[in-house]
């Protein structure tokens, strides 16, 4: 993992510093509200329905235990002993003190970590594959390409006041896991032909009120030209994206409005023209930082039966929640955040706590937040998973339900949110409470439901094979239905709306029904989301909007 | 007098905007783009010192030529949330070099200081009643930075060259 040195040190403490002194100048009238919001923002400090909102920055999802127990112990003494990990792998806290927030960030400062850029017109947390360094099909780790980025946007001097927030994940393997055709920017580590490394690097995708998949505008990007031709995207973007309109503003709707072809000739001329002075790859630099991310210190294992001889209950668990590791004798291992006692992303400060402790014991200290807002232990001896799974069970982190209907991505939702329409937390109850039968879900297979509390789609609506968009309908909460989206790679691709929205009662009714039509028409082995693909949704709309009686 | 920050201090303007002085008494003129489009024969004639005041969407291409012959450019904010001046001072600094005063006006406040400094301004004309001195203070929020820049009365430590 990546430590600061102390140059890193000193621009968190000096942003520490200067957020205390704008919080200070605010609460003595000295800044408006309009200025300090726009400050607070880019130190991920909003102000919700109930009270301000904080958001941690938690670079590519990588935490080393000391950090997660800061977390602990914020969450204890400056919120009501909580966070919720979010999609771009971030925590937040829902009810801190404003004036106690810079306290907060100079805490994060003491292990390292910032709520910088987090909020705001600027270049977001980056993303990564949570299975980065141990995925099997990895072309090359995104860590360390994740980390020289995020110092080259921190306080960048020319592209801080974009038109709109700007997204960028990078991926190394060719199964895309982040998403990266719905980021602003999505780069893609790949080997050309002659065995070089290089960047296809897209542009453009997003979700939101205007969903599009990104386009690639760059087949083969060598490291040297990383960041000139990032600054040449961003340069176009700056000066050519619109600011009339909030809702226009990301690049999405740039490169929509001029054309994919017409962006990629823009960028390339300014990438021509700015060659003089444009950022250098610094190699000693790159090199400074991979070192940080050398696999941990293996042990020479074979791979084990570890679930022969068993409980049942273990083999499940093994089953739906560890994962296969590129390293003989290890698996990799999800900690469901998705229990049906708590909303998704959600973790008590005594989790936490005992989260840092078994990853200090099993998982070379280090774990990960996922884009699913689950967490990852990724480096687990495989004769440790029967000793870990009793831990997680005791902790309520051990739900063997990663990849099924009740791994649900949500958002906050109008409990806490002042953006949403509608509430996202009863609903996922709601679909708890109906889909509790696990062997039901096991048999239904891999089903990614996402849910959104407004078109913003913090909860990824459109991207899920089941997506649930609420909106408000004079007054009250209804949700609209989307099938087919899929997040990922090659494949990626935005819902379908079945019909219109249904009342708040009736969502789970609904799900019901849709997975009904996939029972009675799938084939052998094939998935939901496929088999949505084949029959298209009339089948699916005729059911879910048929009258009661018809719809059994 | 107009009170500015200048190279890191407070000094009283030595330019006018054409508004403020019609007939040039003043030597030191700053024109609107398009006035300056315009009468451009005329101006390049004139023996005072030239500036000209762009707009965001004003494109730095179209002034290449004439930057020997202009003294000062300052670039419009119309609020925290206008973030084009930076790629428009960036433009004018490294690619075509300009050494002239490159000065921020409008809607602009304290907190963006340190970015504007990086990008190659030297000259911030705040909007009236703010306090000067406290606006000083900005050039010294960071001492560090990651990337290479224009930077102009600021010199935080980089760790590469």
């Known amino acids: 993992m990546y430590r600061y040195d102390p140059i890193d040190q000193r621009l968190v403490d000096e942003r520490v510093a200067q957020f205390r002194d704008q919080t200070r100048r605010f609460l003595a009238g000295k800044l408006s509200e309009d200025d300090f919001r726009s400050l607070r923002l880019r130190n991920g400090l909003y102000i919700q329905r109930h009270a301000p909102m904080l958001r941690i920055s938690v670079p590519y999802g990588l935490l080393a235990t000391r950090q997660v127990r800061m977390f602990a112990r914020i969450a204890r003494e400056y919120d009501k002993g909580f966070g919720h990990f979010t999609t771009r792998q971030n925590l937040q806290y829902n009810w801190p003190k404003l004036e106690q927030v810079p306290d907060i960030l100079a805490l994060l400062a003491s292990v390292q970590m910032h709520a910088i850029q987090t909020s705001g017109n600027c270049v977001r947390n980056v993303t990564a594959d949570h299975f980065a360094g141990v995925a099997v099909d990895e072309v090359e780790d995104p860590r360390p390409w994740c980390e020289i980025i995020r110092q ?12 709109r927030k700007f997204k960028i994940a990078v991926t190394g393997s060719p199964q895309d896991r982040a998403a990266s055709k719905f ?33 690639v505008i760059r087949e083969f990007l060598p490291p040297r030209d990383l960041f000139a031709y990032l600054e040449a995207i961003l340069r176009v973007y700056n000066l050519e994206g619109r ?33 003089e002075y444009a950022p250098v790859f610094d190699e000693a630099e790159f090199a400074r930082i991979k070192s940080f991310f050398q696999p941990p210190a293996y042990e020479t294992l074979g791979d084990e039966d570890v679930i022969a001889g068993r409980d049942n209950a273990f083999r499940t668990w093994y089953q739906r929640n560890t994962r296969r590791h590129k390293v003989a004798g290890y698996r990799a291992v999800f900690l469901s955040l998705k229990s049906p006692k708590r909303p ?75 953006l949403a329409n509608a509430g996202t937390y009863d609903v996922v109850d709601q679909i708890n409470k109906r889909f509790e039968d696990l062997d039901y879900l096991y048999d239904l297979g891999e089903i990614q439901l996402k849910m959104s509390g407004c078109m913003n789609a913090c909860g990824h609506h459109h991207i899920g094979h089941i997506g649930i968009l609420g909106v408000d309908k004079s007054g009250e909460e209804w949700y609209q239905i989307t099938l087919g989206g899929r997040p990922h790679g090659k494949d990626a691709a935005l819902g379908t709306v079945i019909g219109p929205s249904v009342a708040k009662a009736d969502v789970a009714e609904a799900i019901d029904r849709i997975l009904n039509v996939y029972v009675a028409h799938r084939e052998d082995g094939e998935l939901f989301v496929d088999t949505v693909d084949r029959i298209g949704i009339a089948p699916f709309k005729a059911r879910v909007y048929a009258p009661t009686h018809q719809a059994a | 007098m107009r009170q500015l920050i200048k190279q890191r201090e407070i000094v009283t303007d030595e330019w006018r905007y054409a508004d403020e002085d019609p007939q040039g008494a003043h030597r030191a003129l700053i024109l609107p783009l398009a006035r300056y489009q315009t009468e451009r024969e005329q101006w390049l004639q ?66 963006q200081v340190f970015y504007m400094a990086r990008c190659g301004f030297d000259t911030f004309e705040f909007p009236e009643g ?24 600021v010199a935080p430590q980089r760790r590469a060259g």
């Open chain 1, 152 to 163: 080259w946007a921190t306080l960048h001097p020319e592209f801080s006041y974009l038109p």
């Open chain 1, 344 to 418: 998704p992303g959600d973790i008590t400060a005594e989790q936490m706590d005992a989260v840092a402790d078994l990853a200090d014991k099993y998982s070379f200290g280090l774990l990960r937040s996922t884009h699913d807002q689950n967490l990852l232990f990724a480096d687990v001896r495989q004769r440790d998973l029967y000793p870990l799974w009793q831990a997680l069970q005791a902790l309520d982190l051990a739900t063997p339900n990663i990849g099924t209907l009740t791994d649900m991505i949500a958002c906050p939702g109008l409990d806490l949110c002042s």
């Open chain 1, 183 to 215: 980021h602003d920017i999505g780069l893609h580590l790949l080997r050309n032909e002659a065995g070089e490394l290089g960047f296809e690097v897209m542009v453009g995708g997003g979700l939101g009120r205007t969903p599009i998949v990104g386009h």
């Open chain 2, 130 to 153: 703010t306090d000067l001195e406290v606006a000083l203070t900005a050039f010294n929020d960071f001492s560090v930075a990651y990337q290479s820049a224009a930077d102009v009365g």
């Open chain 1, 243 to 275: 600011r009339d309109n909030i809702h226009k503003a990301r690049i999405k709707i740039l490169v929509k409005a001029v054309g994919p072809a017409k962006f990629r000739e823009l960028v390339d001329a300014e990438w021509e023209a700015s060659k």
């Open chain 2, 46 to 111: 004139w023996g005072g010192r030239l500036g000209v005041r762009i707009g965001p969407t004003d494109k730095m291409g179209a002034l290449q030529n004439d930057l020997p012959r202009l003294a000062l450019i300052a670039i419009e904010f119309g609020g925290l949330a206008e973030g084009r001046g930076y790629s428009q001072a960036t433009i004018l600094r490294r690619r075509y070099h300009f050494t002239g005063e490159l000065r921020a006006v409008g809607k602009i406040q304290r907190d």
